[in-house]
């Protein structure tokens, strides 16, 4: 399993890689807010432990971020034991919250908790919309017409990433940056022209009106969104 461990406290990054090393889990470690997000979209980590006190971006923009696209398991571990901040946390999307100082025994099992949870809940490979089968397994696009038959539609590999990511993550915002930095990598965070581009594209192949999209839409400013039940 891929743990993205967030804090900006070197001897705890240090202490929690050794034991999860250990433990047979691939870890990766970031020390920002934003330094998070970026490995979260480039490694695509199966967990997240994440402090909540970071420079950059607080913990709790760090988790909004993250639900803005994937439905990680996040676990929260922080000195703050008020439960206002537990419950702003939980309330942003965490799964789980651990207050430090902890015991590694107690977090290590937190973890485990949540890995079952995880494999528990298998992704469905198959998303319908309009009359639109997309086939995550096999990368088959399919247009049914009113005979029921299909149709495959062919998308470049660049369409392809674009719509899986949304596909991925129905009715939920993913943010432009997360788009430009999963499909194109971390230099092309900015590349909003690239983003416009490859929409209008997808929508020309997709939707039955292109200019007026009802289920791969703009959310203005912000980033994208799939609808499935439009």
Same mark, same amino acid.
């Given at each position: ?15 929690? *890689? ?16 934003? !330094?998070?997000?970026?490995? @979260?979209?480039?490694?695509? %980590? ?5 402090? /909540? ?30 439960? @206002?901040?537990?419950?702003? @946390? /939980? ?11 902890? @015991? ?8 485990? &908790? ?22 995550? &397994? ?7 017409? &009113? ?32 788009? /430009? ?17 490859? /929409? ?9 009106? %292109?200019?007026?999209? *009802?289920?791969?839409?703009? !959310? ?11």
């Amino acid at each position: 399993m891929r743990i993205l461990v967030v804090d900006d406290d070197a001897q705890i990054l240090k202490a929690l *890689r050794i034991n999860l090393v250990a433990r047979g889990y691939d870890v990766s470690l970031a020390r920002s807010g934003p !330094e998070a997000l970026d490995v @979260a979209a480039k490694l695509k %980590p199966e967990l997240v432990v994440l402090d /909540l006190g970071l420079p950059g971006f607080s913990g709790i923009q760090v988790i909004e971020g993250l639900r803005g696209w994937t439905d990680v398991p996040i676990l929260v571990v922080s000195g703050r034991s008020d439960s @206002a901040d537990k419950v702003d @946390a /939980l309330d942003a999307g965490a799964d789980d919250y651990v207050t430090k100082p902890f @015991a590694i025994d107690e977090l290590l099992a937190r973890i485990r &908790a949540l890995s079952r949870r995880l494999l528990a809940e298998p992704e469905e490979p198959i998303t319908s919309f309009g009359d639109i089968t997309v086939d995550l &397994a096999t990368h088959i696009v399919t247009r049914t017409d &009113a005979e029921g038959l299909g149709t495959a539609v062919k998308l470049t590999p660049t369409e392809w990433h674009i719509l899986e990511v949304l596909v991925r993550n129905p009715r939920r915002l993913v943010t432009k940056h997360h788009l /430009l930095t999963t499909v194109w990598g971390p230099a092309y965070g900015n590349e909003d022209g690239y983003l416009r581009l490859y /929409l209008a594209q997808l929508r020309k192949k997709l939707e039955p009106e %292109p200019s007026r999209p *009802r289920y791969l839409l703009t !959310e203005p400013g912000m980033g994208y969104r799939f609808s499935p039940d439009a």
